[in-house]
Antibody, heavy 120, light 106 residues
Framework: QVQLVESGGRLVKPGESLRLSCAAS????????MSWIRQAPGKGLEWVSY????????TYTDSVKGRFIISRDNAKNSLTLQMNSLRAEDTAVYYCAREGDGYKAPFDWWGQGTLVIVSS | DILMTQSPSSVSASVGDRVTITCRAS??????LAWYQQKPGRAPRLLISDASRLQSGVPSRFSGSGSGTDFTLTITSLQPEDFASYFC?????????FGQGTKVEV
């Protein structure tokens, strides 16, 4: 069955960098667009970034543009989010999610999330 | 950005009740709307896509309706496992945006 497993979240200080990973299995990873979505403690969901099935296009929400980089390795079935210049407001659980089949499909599978805490 | 506004933010209900949650988009999104259920400490689960298409495995007591700017998620005969938070999400245009959520509680 489809599995998405995130890793890499931890406590970091403001201004530091962190790399999140998502290991995918149970489906043909290279066929699907993928996204990172985050949820601050006790808050709602915020879409962060998106990457096409072959590595492009990529797009980002305004608050992370120029700081975060999404990438994927289809040979390794992995998705990555490189987060630089982290801020307190980036504190959240980060989910990787698969966009379903079809144009503008919603997120049909999600990982369990990895917690990033940005605090001095 | 398209603003998604859900109401109510929370609703108190009992097993067997009918619950209706509303989601309003700040501009016309046709039927590019999905509904998710999230339980504490868990990832969201997709319930409905294209405003009204029930996902495989989702009980038929869940239904969605609407188009344009106004959408509804209805749960008929609430079950104990339905106490959770519910989010709407638009995929009409980037950035994809979510409603702030509705918590269905006892």
């Amino acid at each position: 069955q489809v599995q998405l497993v995130e890793s890499g979240g931890r406590l970091v200080k403001p201004g530091e960098s962190l790399r999140l990973s998502c290991a995918a299995s149970g489906f043909t990873f290279s066929d699907y667009y993928m996204s990172w979505i985050r949820q601050a403690p006790g808050k709602g969901l915020e879409w962060v970034s998106y990457i096409g099935s072959r590595g492009g296009p990529t797009t980002y929400t305004d608050s992370v543009k120029g700081r975060f980089i999404i990438s994927r390795d289809n040979a390794k079935n992995s998705l990555t989010l490189q987060m630089n210049s982290l801020r307190a407001e980036d504190t959240a659980v980060y989910y990787c999610a698969r966009e379903g089949d079809g144009y503008k499909a919603p997120f049909d599978w999600w990982g369990q999330g990895t917690l990033v805490i940005v605090s001095s | 950005d398209i603003l998604m506004t859900q109401s109510p933010s929370s609703v108190s209900a009992s097993v067997g009740d009918r619950v209706t949650i509303t989601c309003r988009a700040s501009q016309d999104i046709d039927t590019w709307l999905a509904w998710y259920q999230q339980k504490p400490g868990r990832a969201p689960r997709l319930l409905i896509s294209d405003a009204s298409r029930l996902q495989s495995g989702v009980p038929s007591r869940f239904s969605g309706s609407g188009s344009g700017t106004d959408f509804t998620l209805t749960i008929t005969s609430l079950q104990p496992e339905d106490f959770a938070s519910y989010f709407c999400q638009q995929s009409h245009s980037f950035p994809w945006t979510f409603g702030q959520g509705t918590k269905v509680e006892v």
